[in-house]
């Protein structure tokens, strides 16, 4: 093979040279304030509403200028020098769930390939260098309400405090089942607002069909339509301070607060729960009730025989609430499992057995004064009555007492 030489002067060979090495710069350059600049002044939900509902947004991440934006990721270790594409800020871009309808996959797309494309030339400019005691990019928030504010955390407290009580809603609003498709038919598809597949879409409907009023939370749907407020179908499924109406407002206010960015320190977020309830499909129908418990809230507790010790346990496996009828002096209460143990695997069913109920009931309605009075206080205490059952499941394998508190 012919070498074929090629002959520069010298002095162009130098301009040549210099021409390329400004080219890294002049091309990150461009890239940064024609593609990561924007981002920075853009008034629309970052990729972070993903996964973050406050606390966090890609504006934490970029800086006035790229030197001051590279430098603040290569102090926070979100840009891999030696290997760009593995930049951790592009993994925290790329991650796509849980999903929300606040942003868009080509948004995120968007997002992930000017940044891909920023760091890359990036880290070939030698202009751009890490500067010792650059203040990281990043949060502004404290990590405490950043962390409360994930999504998968607002998901689990969703499961927690209202998918655990699908008991009073699935019949109607469960997608797929009979009742629902004539809801459908009759109301429209949002009445089918539970998901077959669980929590999450479950969540992302609720929010998505403007269930939730950010702004008043007791205000929202989601509360005012059991409680029959606003006119519901189904009729009344809460009562003011019953465990439903606590729950669901429980995480509707820490919703919208996580939303609104309300929280300012830690001091100020709702304490983690001590148990959780778990739904049984068991149903405990107390019989001849006391007039003065007509069209009140009974709650029923049910603490299981201790052989071993010879007396009942103090603390209670299971409870229940619900309106009592007056005319027909009865009402049938879904039962839920009282979980304690976090880590638990949940166990569904109640064992068969030999149970002490003990009966509370707001006779004097003090919960419409404060929805958040306990309701197995002192003074809703009615007394206690032994039984034994097997707790079935199903609403045709009812456990029905007639009560007796003597």
């Known amino acids: 093979m012919k070498r074929v030489w090629l002959h520069f002067p010298a002095a162009s060979l130098a301009a040549a040279l210099l021409t390329l090495g400004a080219m890294p710069q002049q091309t990150s350059r461009a890239l940064f304030d024609r593609r990561i600049l924007p981002l920075l002044k853009a008034d629309k939900p970052s990729s972070c509403s993903e996964c973050h509902l406050s606390g966090v947004d890609l504006k934490d991440y970029i800086r006035p200028t790229e030197q001051a934006t590279f430098a603040a990721l290569v102090a926070g270790k979100l840009v891999d020098t ?85 008991g009073r809603c699935m019949g109607c609003h469960t997608e797929g089942r009979a009742e629902a498709k004539e809801n459908a038919r009759k109301f429209g598809e949002r009445v089918q607002w539970m998901a077959s597949d669980g929590a999450a879409e479950t969540m992302r409907r609720v929010i998505a069909q403007g269930l939730i009023d950010l702004k008043k939370p007791d205000q ?80 029923v507790d049910l603490h299981a ?65 404060d929805f958040r009075t306990p309701t197995d206080s002192a003074g809703f205490y009615q007394g206690s009555q032994e039984i034994r059952s097997a707790w079935p499941t199903g609403f045709g394998a009812r456990t029905s007492v007639r009560v007796s508190t003597k």
């Not at 991650?95 to 080509?106: D, E, F, G, I, V």
């Not at 830690?266 to 001590?274: E, G, I, N, V």
């Not at 009402?331 to 569904?348: G, H, Q, S, V």
């Open 82 to 166: 030696k290997s760009p594409q593995k930049s951790h800020l592009l993994d925290l871009i790329r991650k796509a769930t849980p999903r929300t309808p606040l942003l868009t996959a080509k948004a995120r797309d968007a997002e992930y390939s000017a940044f891909s494309d920023w760091i890359a030339a990036a880290v070939r400019n030698p202009a751009l260098k890490p500067e010792p005691g650059t203040r990281e990019a990043g949060p502004k928030t404290a990590p405490a309400l950043v962390r409360h504010a994930r999504l998968d955390r607002v998901v689990a407290s969703f499961e927690r405090n209202i998918w655990s009580q699908q």
């Open 220 to 299: 929202s749907l989601l509360l005012l339509k059991p409680l029959n407020k606003v006119a519901h179908g189904g009729g009344v499924k809460f009562l003011m301070g019953d465990a439903g109406y606590k729950q669901f407002r429980a995480w509707i206010e820490d919703y919208s607060a996580c939303v609104q960015g309300s929280y300012r320190s830690a001091s100020a977020l709702p304490q983690a729960p001590s148990e959780r309830l778990i739904y049984t499909d068991s149903i405990f129908s107390p019989e001849q009730t006391p007039t003065e418990w007509g069209d009140k809230l009974l709650r």
């Open 305 to 369: 025989w201790n052989p071993a010790r010879n007396e009942w346990n103090p603390v209670s496996i299971a409870t229940g609430d619900r309106e009592v009828s007056a005319q027909a002096r009865t009402t049938n209460i879904w039962l839920w499992k009282i979980e304690r143990n976090a880590a638990a695997k949940p166990d569904m069913r109640i064992p068969e057995g030999r149970y002490l109920l003990k009966y509370y009931c707001d006779t004097k309605d003090e919960l419409n004064l």
